[in-house]
């Protein structure tokens, strides 16, 4: 049996936290280099292996880079609120902040038996007043410079959560969290106005070091689109709407208009002998969710309203339709139909047999062959970009239209119908209106005793101590928002607090926040892509406006890790039983071996299923090196047939050791750590067979066993410090330097070439590096299956390809 345990993993600890080993200091003359992964969400009372797939192999890059003389700053926290905690208390009756407080008491403990390079003295707990004051005071901020809005929307509502979704929280459909199909309702709400920075959060994508991936989904997300505004008139009204189209040269082939169910005109147009169809059309749309409405594949429905419109480009009459594939919340809620050219107005118009007319020859779609031509006059045979230009040039010399950018990106929806969240600081008065609560009376603190058993009403409503207060402005009663903050709010910007998290006059020191940021180095799950990554670059854009802090984007890199599956290859969850307990692992083993096999086992951003033998022979690797360096120490100090000269043996393993620090620095900086530790194995090997050898240098040996210690301990700290004490070198190794390669040592002085008779492979040998032409020529030739193989041939030339073959052409 090997010789590591828990017992190295806590005495390390110990020491590392006694002498503040990876305490921030500000002071340090090495580059900043502020190495986040997202918080914890303290729901689960335990740690799980992909907390530790997450953290693990970050923190060994972390400590990669501090023996490579950067300032490293890791701090920790907990993303505290949320819905999981309020659900776990409404079936067991524990109270989320017990339940809470007491889960990230055990995850602190667990995430400290990972031995990272936390720094604790930062943490962040957004549960907390201390920090959800400041969520507050952003609000605030963001209702001043009109980045924070009331209004009365159409918005997400789950059943099953009892609460209100923002956009992004819906998955086709479907609750984010519990996969309960979405619904629609009508209520005033919060809103963050992100759709303000919609250009400049699709601009500056392209210079983040992020994942190609996730830029593309945030890409899609904001969703720009370029078209033009075309204004129809009402026949015989003075009313009129506009629509955004995205193929305004198709305008002379619009055969009718459409208007969303929800768009406010639908009632002013209709005719009376249209209005019961329609208002029970309305009522039917009402139940469909947006995503079911774009839906290409289901059958379109809608109705006329009696009423007709006109086409700005031909003065021709069209009919007005309502129909649900128009969705209000895009674009202007309206569109123009060209049945000859969209697919769903020709479902459509194929339906209700409304006339399709084509304005360009040949089609552009593999569905678009219907319809007969028709007369575009001066425009005729303009196609698209052309034909755009041209079109939108004369409808703006009329007034009637102009080009104009589209957005998919909503704004960001904040207020949340639960208890376990922020209090929004916002009061009601009866005289005052809306009054935002003073900056000095934050935080506005949410009460420990409210009645949270969900029924689809803000549980703080429920508790009239909260509720009652008086107006700020007039003095008069008034009463309090119930609702409380979305908790990606509190994540968009806790790491700017971990800069300065103990500030109790303001939410962080701009300085201070400006010297640390952005955050050079952010790995968390992909799942974020369009929540939290967005929100946060959101924020800091926003704050930024506001003067707060003076960089444009919160983190420069991101790196996604991928998922650990259960030994079956499916996720894990306890249902299916198929649950990995780091815990366990860590008892057993220690937490090196589980971080080696983490990282050795996969790749960082694909992950894959766990297996037992796999970290049981990373276990016996450890076991190995413990004994290799046992044996080491001895030839060192009682060197046998020691010898200071530097020959063949000494030059293969001195190739092996600089190829070694080579690669892993190279591999290890790109989060490449299974292919580190392959190269930390090869080194293993290469020492143990030096050892075989009969004479030995032994300096040489200390040298190499010096390097090999400094570069396994990003991967294995507890461990190679204990193994770097057992060899008598000064605490920590940490503190020492990462070895540097030297390149001359990675010159090999052999190469091997393969000789070719008429362009056959014959044989191969080893030859010197710097040997001439001539020389591998005359080599070549008395390679003895080469010289059996010429007997009663003639040569008649040989060609030598350098470091790669000769071919020798006989006859
Ligand atoms: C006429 C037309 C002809 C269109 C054609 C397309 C093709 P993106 O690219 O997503 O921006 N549209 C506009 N507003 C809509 C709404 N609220 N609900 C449903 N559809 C809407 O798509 C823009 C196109 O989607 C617009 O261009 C409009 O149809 C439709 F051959 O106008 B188009
Ligand atoms: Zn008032």
Redesign the pocket.
């Known amino acids: 049996m090997g010789n590591y345990s828990t017992n190295i993993d806590k005495k390390w600890q110990k020491k590392w936290e006694e002498s503040e080993l990876y305490k921030f200091d500000e002071k340090n003359p090495g580059e900043k280099l502020y190495t986040l992964e997202m918080f914890s969400y303290p729901s689960g009372s335990k740690l799980h292996a992909g907390h530790w797939f997450n953290y693990g192999p970050v923190d060994s890059w972390a400590r990669m880079k501090k023996m490579q003389g950067y300032n490293v700053f890791q701090p920790m926290g907990f993303d505290a609120f949320g819905l999981p905690a309020e659900n776990y208390a409404i079936k067991t009756g524990i109270h989320p902040k017990d339940s809470t407080m007491k889960n990230i008491d055990t995850m602190e403990k667990q995430l400290k038996s990972m031995g990272a390079m936390f720094n604790w003295e930062n943490e962040v707990i957004t549960c907390l007043p201390e920090y959800y004051k400041w969520n507050q005071w952003l609000f605030l901020q963001l209702y001043k410079h009109g980045l924070a809005y009331r209004s009365k929307a159409p918005v997400n509502w789950c059943p099953s959560c009892n609460t209100v979704l923002a956009n992004e929280q819906v998955i086709d459909g479907k609750c984010e969290r519990c996969s309960t199909e979405v619904v629609r309702k009508d209520l005033t709400q919060w809103f963050l106005k992100i759709t303000n920075y919609a250009d400049e959060l699709l601009e500056k994508l392209d210079d983040l070091d992020w994942p190609q991936k996730t830029k593309a989904m945030q890409r899609h997300w904001i ?1 720009k ?1 370029k ?1 033009a505004e075309v204004t129809f008139k009402i026949a015989d009204s003075n009313l009129n709407f506009k ?6 040269d ?1 305008l002379f ?2 055969t009718y208009a459409v208007l ?1 169910p929800e768009n406010k005109l639908v009632d002013q147009i209709t005719t009376p002998e249209y209005k019961d169809a329609v208002e029970e059309y309305k009522k039917q749309a009402k139940a469909q969710s947006e995503i079911e409405r ?1 839906s290409l594949s289901r059958e379109k429905t809608g109705v006329f309203t009696g009423s007709y419109a006109i086409n700005p480009i031909n003065n021709r009459k069209v009919p007005i339709w309502v129909a649900d ?14 049945p ?3 697919e ?2 020709f479902d459509f118009a194929t339906k209700y047999k409304l006339p399709i007319e084509r304005v360009i020859e040949g089609g552009d779609l593999p569905y ?1 062959k219907h319809g007969k031509m028709i007369n575009s006059g001066e425009f005729t045979g303009l196609f698209t970009d052309e034909g755009k230009e041209a079109i939108v040039t004369k409808l703006s010399k009329d007034d009637l239209g102009g080009w104009k950018i ?1 957005y ?1 990106l909503r704004d960001w929806l904040i207020s949340r119908q639960r208890y376990w969240g922020t209090p929004i600081p916002i009061i009601y008065c009866d005289d005052c209106g809306i009054v935002p609560v003073p900056e000095d009376e934050l935080p506005v603190e949410l009460p420990y005793d409210v009645e949270f058993s969900p029924d689809g009403k803000s549980p703080l409503s429920k508790s009239e101590k909260f509720m009652n207060t008086t107006c700020p402005i007039c003095g008069k009663p008034a009463r309090r928002e119930a609702d409380t903050l979305d908790t990606f709010v509190c994540s968009s910007w806790y790491y700017l607090r971990y800069v300065d998290n103990k500030n109790s006059e303001k939410p962080f020191d701009t300085e201070k926040v400006n010297r640390m940021l952005p955050v050079d180095m952010y790995v968390g799950g992909p799942e974020h892509a369009c929540m939290h990554l967005l929100y946060a670059r959101f924020i800091t854009k926003a704050l930024r406006d506001m003067g707060y802090i003076n960089f444009d984007e919160p983190f420069s890199s991101l790196r996604h890790q991928g998922l650990i599956l259960g030994p079956d290859g499916q996720k894990m969850s306890k249902s299916k039983g198929n649950t990995i307990s780091p815990d366990d692992y860590i008892q057993k083993f220690g937490a090196d071996v589980f971080r080696m096999y983490l990282m050795f086992g996969f790749d960082y951003s694909e992950g894959g299923a766990w297996s037992d033998d796999g970290i049981n022979s990373m276990s016996r690797y450890i076991d190995k090196i413990g004994r290799l360096l046992s044996s080491c120490k001895d030839e060192i100090k009682n060197p046998k047939n020691n010898t200071t000269s530097f020959g063949s043996a000494e030059k293969d393993l001195n190739y092996v050791r600089n190829f070694s620090i080579h690669s892993i620095s190279h591999d290890a900086a790109k989060f490449q750590f299974n292919t580190s530790i392959a190269r930390l194995m090869e080194y293993t090997n290469a020492i143990s067979k030096y050892l075989s050898e009969d004479i030995k240098n032994a300096k040489f040996l200390k040298d190499c066993i010096i390097d090999f210690l400094k570069l396994l301990a990003p991967f294995a700290p507890h461990f190679a410090e204990e193994q770097w004490e057992i060899q008598d070198m000064p605490y920590s190794i940490f503190n020492q330097k990462w070895p540097e390669f030297d390149a001359n040592a990675l010159i090999k002085d052999e190469v091997e070439i393969a000789i070719q008779i008429n362009g056959k492979i014959r044989a191969k040998m080893n030859i010197p590096t710097d040997l001439s032409e001539d020389d591998i020529r005359k080599i070549s030739i008395k390679n003895e299956i080469i010289n059996k193989d010429l007997e009663n041939k003639e040569i008649k030339k040989i060609i030598v390809v350098k470091g790669r073959l000769v071919n020798i052409v006989a006859k």
């Open positions: 969703g689109s078209g629509v955004f189209t995205t193929r305004v198709t082939g619009v969303a774009q594939y128009v969705l209000s919340t895009y674009g202007t809620g309206a569109v123009m139909a060209v000859a050219h969209d769903r107005d678009v589209n998919r």
